[in-house]
């Protein structure tokens, strides 16, 4: 039986930096401690958070040991209270060119402990800390792989997936009356999802590659995360929106309409779930060969329209245009799939 979710990250850090102190043990290196600090420090939870933080620690660690080899020598006939901070100040600002935003802290931590504790053994000291920091890195990605995987584009993928479906339930139970009642999510959770996607969104493009940008599954969660914005942006207005006036008995035909318009928006929004979910790189079926907006004076006669109040016909027309947004949305976010894969292959 697989522990319990929230196990997972102490039990595969816990059995990372095992491995890391036998390995250490057996090599018998001096200064293995670096590689568990790095393991420590490197591991957050997804392995595109992971791969950043390792290459920001990388680079900050070669960083500092550059500055600390230069700088002693030429600044330690000075007061120590002056060459030290002189060195710190260097480092942060090769450190700050680089755009280092978590590397810079590692760097400046290497000048001071190198300046301080390895000053007669720098030619030692740094090239052994840089390789156990790459090998606490190494074995801190090949961790998040092998024990659990925890990869940033999973979670991106599954997480636009399902925030589709809760949505297209969301505003099916708005057309029924029913708002966020039922156990349905209500739209401030459902916007909370989607900023927590986005800020997951960093890890997740890092292990695209360098040109993420430009991969074909980053464009398609671009796509997939303006669909999102559109169905909360048609509950939001679903919910300003006075109770509905479906009970009339004029109204039951457009209601049966719309209910089944929006039970092929449900099914294409599954489609999608299925398709993506065995292949990213996969596009769905075709949908109608082209798209038609709904009209309400072709959905409803004119005898009926006469019978309403000119404020129930503004409350149609209302729902009416949100509706047409939502399935002209559907149509535009798989032109921009098909565009995505096309400049793929």
């Known amino acids: 039986m697989n522990p319990a979710p929230f196990l997972q990250p102490t039990l595969r850090l816990a059995l990372t930096v095992a491995m890391v102190q036998g390995f250490a043990h057996v090599s018998g290196l001096a200064d293995s401690f670096y590689a568990s600090l790095a393991v420590l420090s490197v591991t957050v939870g997804s392995y595109g958070d992971t791969l950043e933080l390792g290459r920001q620690r990388l680079i900050g660690t070669l960083v500092g040991g550059i500055v600390v080899l230069i700088a002693y020598p030429a600044l330690s006939p000075l007061p120590l209270m002056v060459g030290l901070p002189l060195a710190m100040v260097l480092a942060r600002a090769v450190a700050g060119s680089l755009k280092l935003t978590v590397g810079y802290t590692v760097c400046q931590f290497v000048v001071v402990m190198g300046w301080l504790q390895h000053e007669h ?6 090239p052994l800390r840089l390789f156990w920091t790459a090998f606490g890195v190494l074995v801190a990605l090949l961790a ?9 584009r999973i979670v991106q993928r599954q997480g636009l997936l399902a925030l589709l479906l809760e949505a297209g339930d ?3 139970a708005y057309l029924q009356g029913q708002g966020a009642a039922g156990g349905r999510p209500g739209l401030n959770h459902l916007r909370e999802q989607l900023l927590q996607l986005r800020s997951q969104r960093v890890g997740a493009l890092q292990e695209l590659g360098s040109l993420a940008a430009q991969h074909p599954t980053a464009r398609i969660w671009a796509a997939l995360d303006e669909q999102c914005e559109t169905l909360l942006l048609v509950i939001e207005r679903l919910e300003r929106m006075r109770q509905p006036i479906w009970e009339q008995p004029q109204l039951q035909d457009l209601k049966q309409q719309l209910t089944a318009r929006l039970e092929q928006v449900q099914r294409r929004l599954r489609l999608w779930h299925d398709t993506f979910q065995r292949s990213p790189l996969q596009l769905p079926p075709p949908p109608r060969p082209a798209w038609e907006p709904l009209n309400l004076t072709t959905l409803v006669t004119r005898e009926v329209l006469q019978s309403l109040p000119l404020e129930q016909q503004q409350w149609l027309a209302s729902r ?25 292959s």
């Open 121 to 126: 053994q720098l030619d030692s000291w740094i």
């Open 144 to 152: 998040l792989r092998l024990f659990w995987p925890a990869r940033a």
């Open 170 to 172: 969301t505003i099916q």
């Open 320 to 344: 009416l245009v949100l509706f047409n947004r939502l399935d002209r949305s559907l149509y535009d976010t798989e032109a921009r799939w098909h565009e995505a894969l096309n400049s793929y």
